[in-house]
């Protein structure tokens, strides 16, 4: 079992759809993170949860909703998206959020927006 | 905020040739400095790190030095293979665990 599980690998959708994208980790983590890969860009740090609790919205569009049931399952909720926002989301998880924890990255979720 | 600059964007090698990456920071406050290797189609793994307290860190063929008072750290690959050919991202922690990550290096080892 891999530390970091996300779901679906690939997702195709239009602009007028409403999908979601899972992250579950089985490292026993508290804190869990959605990033953004675009193509030479750094990655972009979306939202940081530590115990379920929203700690970091980094200034992220609201058609961008996340949501933490429990400190295992982090959920990414995706409506009335713009072609800009294909780009790979990739789900991360640490210890927790003090200093010198390692992330832990899933293989991400290659969302196209037609 | 935290500006992380990743040199070079590219880097090709020949196999068994040393390959090394580096990487500026802005922020004195940042302590801890993660490696990540990522391939295709997978998200990125960590392969070595090193905190602020120490200046140089081994695992095999992978190394990493810190400047703190430059404010850099490099990545050092000797012995490279194929296998070795991916992304490499260096990133920057500060006290919250939130990380700066550079722009990448795609290492290609030629065999």
């Known amino acids: 079992e891999t530390g970091v599980t996300q779901t679906p690998r690939h997702l195709v959708m239009g602009m007028t759809n409403k999908k979601s994208l899972k992250c579950e980790q089985h490292?026993?983590?508290?804190?869990m993170y959605w990033y953004k890969q675009s193509a030479k860009k750094p990655l972009e740090l979306m939202f940081v949860?530590?115990?379920?609790?929203?700690?970091e919205n980094n200034s992220v569009p609201s058609r961008f909703s996340p949501e933490c049931p429990n400190s295992s399952h982090l959920f990414l909720h995706l409506h009335t998206l713009q072609p800009e926002d294909s780009a790979l989301y990739l789900c991360?998880?640490?210890?927790?959020?003090?200093?010198?924890?390692?992330?832990?990255f899933g293989d991400g979720t290659r969302l196209s927006i037609l | 905020g935290e500006n992380v600059e990743q040199h070079p964007s590219t880097l090709s090698v020949q196999e068994g040739d040393s390959a090394v990456i580096k990487c500026t920071y802005s922020?004195?406050?940042?302590?801890?400095f993660p490696w990540y290797k990522q391939e295709l189609g997978k998200g990125p793994q960590l392969i070595i790190d090193?905190?602020?307290?120490?200046g140089e860190k081994k695992d095999q063929r992978i190394a990493v030095t810190l400047n703190k008072t430059a404010k850099h750290f490099s990545l050092h690959i000797t012995e490279t293979q194929p296998e070795d050919s991916a992304v490499y991202f260096c990133?920057?922690?500060?006290?919250?665990?939130?990380?700066?990550f550079g722009s990448g290096t795609k290492l290609n080892v030629k065999p």
């Open positions: 991360a998880s640490s210890q927790g959020l003090n200093s010198n924890q390692p992330q832990h």
């Open positions: 490292l026993g983590h508290n804190a």
């Open positions: 949860y530590s115990l379920e609790e929203r700690v």
């Open positions: 922020d004195s406050a940042s302590n801890y």
């Open positions: 090193i905190r602020s307290n120490v």
């Open positions: 990133a920057a922690g500060d006290n919250f665990n939130k990380f700066y």
